[in-house]
């Protein structure tokens, strides 16, 4: 169930509740509005699993993208070393070889960008997310606040 439909069944379950006479106290049905909030707490995790979850992948997405240009470098160096002991051979192998390991790198350099914006993007739409959220919150607290009779 979405947090805001949960907030708002406990609002309208304050909003309705009966008034007690000669005070600006009100009776609520109490296990109601203890089930909406084990609701809300029940609820309130998966957002934050989530943020950790992509917390987690963006890392996972990152050590992959470090260990595959690692592999891809250490090869082209492999090949540098076997091709530089031959003669013409070995200039035309450093050659490409040169040419490898330049290609590696960049291939590398654009994983390790990839993911991270990828992650980035993720992360963005999570904030944005737990913005509205928050923001939903903020509205509701300070809608309860405005509604508290004074006393004095």
């Known amino acids: 169930m979405d947090i805001l439909i949960l907030l708002n069944a406990l609002e309208d379950e304050i909003e309705n509740a009966k008034g007690i006479m000669f005070s600006s106290k009100v009776c609520v049905d109490r296990e109601k509005c203890l089930e909406l909030i084990r609701d809300i707490r029940l609820n309130l995790p998966d957002e934050i699993k989530k943020a950790q979850w992509i917390k987690n992948e963006r890392q ?17 160096e492999s090949k540098i070393k076997f091709l530089v002991d031959e003669n013409e051979i070995s200039r035309r192998a450093y050659e490409q070889s040169q040419a490898i390991l330049a290609n590696a ?9 990839g993911s ?11 904030e944005k997310n ?8 903020r509205n509701n ?3 309860l606040r ?3 009779p004074n006393i004095d």
């Open 105 to 113: 790198q960049q291939s590398a350099k654009e994983i390790r960008f």
């Open 60 to 76: 996972r997405i990152l050590i992959d993208a470090q260990r595959e240009a690692e592999t891809i470098i250490k090869d082209a």
């Open 141 to 143: 607290r300070h809608e």
């Open 116 to 126: 991270t914006e990828y992650a980035d993007r993720v992360l963005r739409t999570l």
């Open 146 to 148: 405005s509604k508290r």
């Open 130 to 137: 737990i913005e509205k959220i928050l923001e939903s919150v």
